[in-house]
């Protein structure tokens, strides 16, 4: 097993709801040491190029101005970079499924998470599918 780095971003959603701590805690717990964490303010750019495999879903515009804080009135997120062996699959096990209606309720966005009336997916984190995924975020959010 090769050492490896994924990447979580606590989204405005999280931040809004001060459920960095809980969130924190979780991943704590995992066998992966915090190698970086950093509050981000999110500008377009960064959002557009994080979520650029997305670019073409109907949800696109809503997803940037989510992460850029604007519906939640966040100025900034925490992105943070665990790393160990297998660190992005530790890490994908604990987050679950992406809508929190279908997330296992052991998972931070299963007990975290909401779907809200008007459809706005509040999933609390964002998290490197793979380590190929990782590879290409760490370092737009980390220099
Ligand atoms: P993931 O976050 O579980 O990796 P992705 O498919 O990579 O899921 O989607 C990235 C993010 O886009 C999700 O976390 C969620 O915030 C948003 N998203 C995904 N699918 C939908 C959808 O069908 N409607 C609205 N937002 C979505
Ligand atoms: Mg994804």
Redesign the pocket.
Known sequence: MSMQATLVIIKPDAIQRKQMGLVLSRLEQLDLHLVGAKMVRVGRELAEEH?RD?RQKP?FRE?VQQLCGELHDVDAVLALVYAGSDAAAKVRQVTGA?NPDNADPSTIRGSLGRVRSNGW?E?VI?AS?NDAEAQREIPLWFE
């Open positions: 979520y997305l949800f997803l992406t997916i999933n964002h599918f």
